[in-house]
């Protein structure tokens, strides 16, 4: 079966109605509503979801430029703590804003009346430290009630926030909080994960002489073992504690930068992409809003890290602008045992989740049994990000749980999925991502920029603005245009491929750049590639990607070695990795080759390599090859035991 089999065979899934329970009038009539709005101007849908806000200062134009230099609400003040915790402390104080579990099995609970007093307390311990408007705060932690109020007393007083991933080691931990210019960060002493406490401020400490503009480091307690604080370090607990005057709201223009989220380009150095304050705020509301058809009677688990962007747009951001629900779950989802995901569920009466892929490849590996013993009656919705979702996996779901499947595509630099079937209201296909969402146009480009028809692959682009979208590169502007608007003049790329089917929807099919996703954490090769060749033996490395059932995608990395023996060497650099960047981009396998497969120039073609590591030979085109011979030498040692 050649290529456009293949992909006639992913694209050709039939409509999978709603059932008339699952289907919400009030979506049905709203959505309809949002379309006809965007239908006559897109900024007049923009203009309705900015009527579902708390302005500051009303604003006097919805947008202003064209992609690559535009601008959202001119003249308009806004908060998004105000909007986010504020306004729903002030109407529902008693509703629940998060319900938390630690994989320990510790629970708490913030009502949004709590939520709103811990938030304003600790925005006044940051400004005491010093923190103004504009500095960046560095937030290092799991999924920890902390998160939440430590992000938006941030967003309370003007400070930009970034949040770093808490499986991230000491040199990626020392990197971005330098790249950053972070003044302060926040960080658990540890985290639980798989039983057993992860250090963090033990990391953090390392990464501390590497952090010059570091000023302040707020611990938050998690093991409650009283750890031991020393020179710049400050108790959470008594920070918040000592400031019960609490701290004021902080007018913001919407254009301004509201928190920075390094993502890995197909270049090693990592990019700090900068999203707006109303921007961001606005289109996670709708995002939210449309992705989960929220409700007052709600609670809704976003399964997913705090380090990845998906939990900021749907939980801290959008979920709470929403007025929801949140649960929020610290540590592994199948810790101390496969059950862990179905016991959540029942706990806390889980209405609606959203997850990576991953999530429910794991849970279809577990087995029908063991959903058969968790029916879950409450559970009436999952939504999926992050990677994309196969057909058999959604198929499953589907069937097994009992529920729709919402899959829907975004991206770190697009600040929200923009293109999914719209919950309670429209039907579904196994595998594809629905339809655009109002306020947002793409087309699927060749490489020359001009557009393809329904049923053939191409290059996925934005052709006009939209508020979620990244601003800039962070101290790098000029990359930000490089990097997005320059392959195809007047349009964002993607740098993702996609076709659209007879009927309109949307089918990405992955990355055509060199980054992978790992359990929907995005990861650039060249990032680990960096790593793997610091190897005191490793003289060359080339990193690809692999499809696995669980993760999605997990990373292969091939070496040279210099003279010697190559014994330890795999593991070795698998210790490397890990210790580096993190768990997360350890290498599945490292293969120790003789040679690699290079073009006349001298560029590694790791395109072949991945090729031979998935068929056992070269399939694509070989003809800028050098040394036909080099692949014979890559494929003997793909044969050699792991």
């Not at 500051?56 to 003249?75: A, K, Q, S, W």
């Not at 604080?229 to 959470?236: A, H, N, P, R, V």
């Not at 920070?239 to 090693?268: K, Q, R, Y």
């Not at 393809?452 to 245009?481: C, E, I, Q, S």
Request: net charge negative; glycine share 10%.
């Amino acid at each position: 079966m050649d290529d456009r089999d293949t992909l006639g065979a992913l694209i050709s899934a039939p409509l999978l109605p709603l059932r008339p329970e699952q289907r919400s009038e009030r979506y049905t009539a709203e959505i309809a509503h949002a379309r006809a709005l965007h239908d006559a101007d897109p900024d007049d849908y923009w203009a309705w979801v900015a009527e579902q806000h708390r302005w500051l200062r009303p604003y006097d134009t919805v947008r202003t430029g064209e992609l690559g230099d535009f601008r959202y609400f001119d003249g308009g003040l806004i908060n998004v703590a105000d909007n986010c915790v504020d306004r729903w402390a002030e109407s529902t104080p008693d509703r629940r804003a998060v319900v938390w579990e630690g994989e320990p099995g510790d629970t708490r609970t913030l009502t949004y009346a709590e939520l709103a007093d811990e938030v304003s307390r600790l925005g006044a311990g940051l400004t005491a430290l010093g923190v103004g408007k504009g500095d960046v705060v560095a937030i290092y932690m799991p999924n920890l009630v902390e998160a939440f109020t430590a992000i938006h007393a941030c967003n309370r007083i003007g400070a930009i926030y970034t949040v770093l991933f808490s499986g991230f080691g000491r040199d990626a931990v020392a990197s971005r909080l330098a790249s950053a210019r972070a003044s302060v960060v926040v960080v658990a002493d540890a985290i639980y994960r798989r039983g057993k406490p992860v250090p963090l401020l033990e990391t953090l400490r390392a990464a501390r002489s590497d952090a010059p503009t570091l000023r302040h480091t707020v611990v938050v307690d998690r093991t409650g073992t009283g750890v031991e604080l020393t020179g710049d370090e400050t108790s959470y607990a008594e920070l918040v504690d000592a400031h019960p005057e609490g701290s004021e709201v902080v007018p913001l223009d919407p254009n301004e930068p509201a928190f920075l989220i390094f993502t890995s380009g197909t270049e090693s150095r990592p990019k700090g992409v900068v999203h707006s304050v109303g921007g961001f705020l606005l289109g996670t509301w709708a995002n939210a809003h449309w992705q989960a058809a929220l409700t007052d009677d709600d609670v809704y688990w976003v399964a997913a890290d705090v380090g990845w962007l998906t939990f900021p747009i749907q939980a801290v951001i959008g979920g709470l602008a929403n007025g929801a629900t949140i649960a929020c779950y610290e540590g592994a989802l199948d810790t101390p045992g496969p059950s862990r995901f179905y016991d959540v569920c029942e706990r806390h009466g889980i209405t609606k989740v959203l997850c990576a892929p991953t999530v429910l490849r794991m849970l279809r590996k577990f087995g029908d049994d063991l959903a058969a013993e968790h029916p879950l009656p409450a559970l009436e919705l999952i939504t999926v990000q992050g990677e994309p979702l196969d057909g058999e996996t959604f198929t499953w779901a589907t069937q097994t749980l009992g529920v729709p499947v919402v899959n829907a595509y975004g991206q770190t630099e697009t600040g929200s999925t923009w293109t999914y079937p719209v919950a309670g209201v429209d039907d579904l296909k196994a595998g594809s991502a629905g339809t655009t969402l109002p306020g947002h146009a793409y087309a699927v480009l060749d490489d020359e920029g001009r557009p393809v028809p329904a049923g053939v692959k191409g290059n996925l682009v934005m052709t006009r603005p939209f508020p979620t979208l990244a601003r800039t590169v962070w101290d790098d502007h000029d990359r930000y245009l490089s990097t997005y608007f320059s392959r195809f003049p007047g349009n964002y790329a993607t740098n993702d491929e996609a076709v659209v089917d007879a009927d309109g929807h949307l089918w990405v099919l992955g990355r055509a750049d060199d980054v992978i996703n790992v359990a929907a954490h995005r990861l650039s090769t060249m990032e680990i590639e960096a790593v793997v060749g610091s190897h005191p033996r490793v003289v060359e490395a080339a990193v690809v990607g692999i499809p696995d059932e669980t993760k999605g995608t997990v990373p292969v990395a091939f070496v040279t070695v210099s003279a010697g023996s190559a014994d330890g060497v795999p593991d070795e650099v698998k210790k490397l990795v890990g210790d580096t960047i993190g768990g997360i981009a350890r290498p599945d396998r490292v293969i120790v080759t003789g040679a690699m497969p290079k073009t006349r120039t001298g560029k590694i073609m790791r395109r072949l390599m991945r090729e031979v590591l998935l068929h056992g030979e070269a399939r694509s085109d070989t003809s800028a090859l050098e040394d036909p011979s080099s692949l014979e030498v890559v494929a003997a040692a793909v044969r050699e035991p792991a």
